[in-house]
Each structure stands twice: as structure tokens, then as C-alpha cells.
């Protein structure tokens, strides 16, 4: 999953970057679809309408995004990965060309889809107390959870992801419970808005001091247990920069990394997919081409775990890659943590 290869492929692209101007794609993020089954409370982008690019380009644009110079492919949403009908055909082309494919899902059909995410290099599985169905649905979480454990029980490196809001940073034992008792390695990805970086301000942002508090505890979690994948730097990042404006550091977005829509416009990250100036189509040209007419966005920073991770590695960030190295030896085995671990029932 992660190599010397990588790295190398890795510098030769920050090298034509620096003294040729030249971009590369290495890593992409698809919205792969616009349709959901589930309506959380802490979700905009369902409200982002599009078309899904049909079967055939985007076989063509993977195809093309490897030729490019990728990776890795990653493939969210939008709505739901799993409700698209040729996802294994996605996945299996992505994987013929060699790229580590991840996958973001809300859990809930992944027993139906089994087969398909075998394939996967890393399923991250969507767990927090804002996922709901529609209307007055009983709660999906136990099924998520079960469907968790199916995959993990499959082979498949799974990932139990969760939004913080203030109600995920009150109740995070309960998040580190599960990961005890059914052997989880955990990611947390700070509340956010898909649009322009903003965060969605409402009664769950957590405060200032809720969230150094949440995450001072996820710094001791990770230190007794390895459980969580968040890199030490990333948390800390969050520590110090939540709610703060001015806090972009060094951003490789629409340089190294993109964000494809569902409905195939390519914008340099996550909070710019709406972003009028910056809307290039990844159908009318090839992929390489409609890649280097992106450009850096100017903004106020953003907190996304996705993107920052990416940033501090092509950095070359030393603890940000033994982190990286660590978890993807051990295929996101949750290892015995060396103090104080819980039974484990
Ligand atoms: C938009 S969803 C798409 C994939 C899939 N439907 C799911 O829920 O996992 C991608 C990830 O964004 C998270 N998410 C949803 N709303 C968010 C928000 N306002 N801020 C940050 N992350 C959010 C979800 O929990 C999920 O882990
Ligand atoms: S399942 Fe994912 S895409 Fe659907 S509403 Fe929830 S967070 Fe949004
Ligand atoms: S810091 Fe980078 S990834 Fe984040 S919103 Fe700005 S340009 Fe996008």
C-alpha cells in the first residue's frame, strides 16, 4: 500500500513542480455520486445537484488519471459510493492500473456490495451520531457497525470514521468503546462545510476549548493504543487552528491532489467544489490537461483531514510518513496498545 516507490514518485513530482511548473495529479478524489439513501444532520453536500458521470468515462477517466501520474484514487461523496451499481467496475479498473484505492461509505450496504470492496486498499466507514435515514427511520448505526465488522471479518481494511461535532467531542469514550471492543483503528475529521472551506456554523460546532479538549483526549487515546489513524501532527494542527481564520500552511490542493464531482468538474479540493472561477470539466478533456489549467486557490485554511494529511506527507513530514507507514504495514490492524488496553470482549 505504501512504498519507497511512492515516496520516489512522490519527490520526482514536487521536483517537476518546483523547477518546471509542471502538476501532477497524484492524488484524486472522485464524488463518484450525487445519490443517497441516508439524511445526516451534519451533511451539505447532498444538496450539490449533478448528473453521475456515466460508466464508460469514468472507466476512461481513471484510465487516464493513472496515465497522468496518480497513486491513489479516492472515492466519496456526494451521496452514497455504494448505491452506484458499477462501483466494482470502478474499483477493478482503478486497481488494474495499479492505483491504492480507498473508499468513504455510510456502511449501510455493504454486505450487498462485499464482493466489489474486496478489491479495496482501505474502506473508511462512516460512524457517528449524525448519520441518519430519512424521516423517522430507526437509527442505521447498529447495521453500519455490523456491516463494519463484516468487511473487517472479510479481509478488507476497514476504518471507522466520525465527524467532530460537539456531541461526537462529548461522547468520544463511547467512539474509543467500539474500537476496544471490536478491534477498530479510528479516524476524526473535524465539522467542515463542503463549500469554500467554511465550517457550517450551528449549535454543534464545538467551542474552542471543547474541541482542544476532545482532541488532547484523542492525543492520549492514540499514544496508549496506536488506534487511531490521524497523524499526531494533524491533531494538533486542529488543536491550535480551530475557529482560527489565516490559517493555511502549505498546500499542494490543485497541484499534487484534485476533487473530482459527481458530475465530473474538477476543482483543486474538497471546500472548492462549488467555486465558480475555478470550474474546469473533466469530460471535455483529458485529465492531464484539464489538471494543469487548476490552480491554487486563495482561502483562509481549512482543517480537512483528507487534504491536510496529504499536505504534511508531501512535505515530507517525518512523523506524518512513519505514521502513514506504520498503519499501512500493518494492513489498519488494530494492535494491542503497550499500556493500560481495556478487555477486549
Ligand atoms: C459526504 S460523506 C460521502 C460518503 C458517504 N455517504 C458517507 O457518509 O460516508 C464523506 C464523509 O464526510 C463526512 N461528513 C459529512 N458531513 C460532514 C461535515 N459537515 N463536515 C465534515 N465531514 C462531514 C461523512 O461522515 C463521511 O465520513
Ligand atoms: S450518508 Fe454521506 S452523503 Fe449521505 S447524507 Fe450522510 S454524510 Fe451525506
Ligand atoms: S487549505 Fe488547501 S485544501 Fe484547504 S481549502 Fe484551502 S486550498 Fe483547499
Redesign the pocket.
Known amino acids: 500500500m505504501f512504498a519507497g516507490k511512492t515516496l520516489y514518485r512522490v519527490g520526482k513530482a514536487l521536483l517537476l513542480q518546483k523547477f518546471f511548473g509542471v502538476s501532477t495529479p497524484l492524488s484524486v478524489t472522485f464524488?463518484t455520486t450525487h445519490i443517497?439513501n441516508?439524511d445526516?444532520d451534519?451533511?451539505?453536500?447532498?444538496k450539490f445537484p449533478g448528473k453521475d458521470i456515466e460508466t464508460a468515462r469514468f472507466l476512461e477517466m481513471i484510465d487516464q488519471v493513472a496515465q497522468a501520474g496518480a497513486i491513489r484514487i479516492s472515492f466519496?461523496?456526494?451521496?452514497?459510493?455504494l448505491l452506484r451499481r458499477d462501483l466494482g467496475e470502478l474499483i477493478g479498473r482503478a486497481k488494474k492500473r495499479k492505483l491504492i484505492v480507498s473508499l468513504?461509505?455510510?456502511?449501510y450496504f455493504i454486505d450487498k456490495k462485499l464482493d466489489d470492496l474486496k478489491q479495496l486498499d482501505l474502506l473508511?466507514?462512516?460512524y457517528?451520531s449524525?448519520?441518519k435515514l430519512p424521516g423517522d427511520q430507526p437509527s442505521p448505526l447498529g447495521k453500519v457497525l455490523q456491516n463494519a465488522m463484516l468487511a473487517k471479518e472479510s479481509g478488507i481494511p476497514v476504518v471507522l470514521?466520525?465527524?467532530l461535532t460537539r456531541d461526537t467531542c462529548l461522547n468520544l469514550e463511547s467512539f474509543f468503546d467500539i474500537s476496544h471492543r471490536h478491534g477498530f483503528v479510528l479516524s476524526l475529521?473535524?465539522?467542515?462545510?463542503?463549500y469554500q472551506g467554511g465550517i457550517?456554523p450551528d449549535s454543534q460546532t464545538p467551542s474552542v476549548e471543547e474541541m482542544r479538549t476532545a482532541i488532547d483526549r484523542i492525543l492520549l487515546e492514540k499514544k496508549m493504543h496506536n488506534n487511531i489513524l490521524n497523524s499526531v501532527k494533524y491533531l494538533k494542527t486542529v488543536h491550535d487552528k480551530w475557529l482560527q481564520p489565516n490559517s493555511k500552511g502549505k498546500c499542494y490542493a490543485g497541484i499534487l491532489y484534485a476533487t473530482v464531482t459527481q458530475d465530473g468538474i474538477l476543482s483543486p479540493c474538497n471546500p472548492f467544489i462549488s467555486n465558480g472561477e475555478n470550474k474546469i470539466s473533466a469530460l471535455e478533456e483529458p485529465f492531464q490537461k484539464a489538471f494543469r489549467r487548476l490552480t491554487s486557490p486563495t482561502c483562509q485554511g481549512c482543517l480537512?483531514n483528507c487534504h491536510l494529511e496529504l499536505n504534511q506527507m508531501f512535505s515530507f513530514d517525518t512523523e506524518t510518513l512513519f505514521n502513514l507507514i506504520l498503519f499501512s504495514r500493518n494492513r489498519i490492524v488494530y494492535r494491542k496498545g503497550k499500556k493500560h488496553l481495556p478487555e477486549l470482549t
Open positions: 464524488l443517497c441516508f445526516c451534519t451533511c451539505d453536500i447532498k466519496t461523496g456526494g451521496g452514497e459510493p468513504v461509505t455510510n456502511g473508511l466507514v462512516s457517528d449524525s448519520k470514521q466520525s465527524v475529521q473535524p465539522l467542515a462545510s463542503w457550517i480537512w
